[in-house]
């Protein structure tokens, strides 16, 4: 999952410089980073941006932030090959990325989907505790406490309550 296909401490170098870029053209226009996904292609690779703002996003925010963050990354070249860059709001079933995420939203149902089986399990979902330590806790709808460490969760996503 990173811009290069080279090896893994690479790559993690590689997204964090993407990230740092990113972050600071966000913050610099006055919305929150939310997260970012980079999905490498051989023709094309995604670069999609999740931002927030106090009163949420329009599609006008969408526009500004692609505008000024395409010039940034066009200059900055933090990406090698083509690819497309999609900005969007973080929507109802919100993404979550860092522990402060998890954090914030505890109380709230979540899915986790696993880079590799915990448990015989690589998706789950239940109920937000927040973190332990390092280890994002749920409850599932069984009662069983989870707790799984960060680095082994692939995507994380709230569970709209409508």
């Not at 690819?83 to 954090?103: N, V």
Request: net charge negative; with cysteine; glycine share 10%.
């Amino acid at each position: 999952m990173g811009p290069f296909f080279v090896s893994g401490d690479q790559m993690r170098q590689d997204l964090q410089k993407l990230r740092r870029v990113v972050a600071a053209s966000v913050e610099t226009l006055g919305y929150e980073l939310v997260g970012l996904e980079f999905h490498p292609r051989r023709d094309n690779a995604l670069l999609r941006v999740y931002i927030d703002g106090e009163s949420g996003i329009t599609l006008d925010d969408c526009r500004r932030v692609s505008h000024q963050l395409g010039g940034v990354l066009d200059v900055e070249d933090p990406i090698a090959g083509r690819y497309t860059l999609e900005i969007s709001s973080p929507g109802l079933d919100r993404p979550l990325f860092e522990p402060r995420h998890f954090a914030r939203f505890a109380g709230s149902e979540v899915r986790l989907q696993l880079r590799e089986l915990l448990d015989g399990r690589r998706k789950l979902i239940g109920r937000l505790l927040g973190m332990r330590d390092d280890d994002v806790a749920i409850v599932d709808a069984d009662g069983r406490e989870w707790r799984v460490p960060l680095e082994r969760i692939e995507k994380a996503r709230l569970v709209p309550e409508l």
